[in-house]
Nanobody
Framework: QVQLVESGGGEVQAGDSLRLSCATS????????MGWFRQAPGKEREFVAV????????SYADSVKGRFTISRENAENTVYLQMNSLKPEDTAIYYC?????????????????WGQGTQVTVSS
């Protein structure tokens, strides 16, 4: 049984940092993509970042490039999202996702497994 469990969300001020964690279990696959998505109230779920588990290659949404860093710890089966210089527009529920995504790693529909989400609130 596959499980993705996010943690690390919270309420912070603009300019602060947070580190989100996604603890995984049961994932099998040599070509897994681990993604972070977010969804703000009244908006569609949007891509934030992705990391190829095997190679460690990464990709980011333009809105977070230079501020967020995705990484993974193989021994702990955990994926992280380090978020620096947070802005009020980063406020959303952040979701961890996993799947073997052939193309368009920015599309949520290609990911097979999802966590329950963790709330991030950034006040100005």
């Amino acid at each position: 049984q596959v499980q993705l469990v996010e943690s690390g969300g919270g309420e912070v001020q603009a300019g602060d940092s947070l580190r989100l964690s996604c603890a995984t279990s049961g994932l099998i696959g040599s070509n897994l993509d681990m993604g972070w998505f977010r969804q703000a109230p009244g908006k569609e779920r949007e891509f934030v970042a992705v990391i190829k588990w095997s190679r460690g290659s990464t990709s980011y949404a333009d809105s977070v490039k230079g501020r967020f860093t995705i990484s993974r710890e193989n021994a702990e089966n955990t994926v992280y999202l380090q978020m620096n210089s947070l802005k009020p527009e980063d406020t959303a529920i952040y979701y961890c996702a996993a799947g073997e995504v052939p193309v368009r790693v920015d599309l949520a529909s290609f990911y097979e497994y999802w966590g329950q989400g963790t709330q991030v609130t950034v006040s100005s």
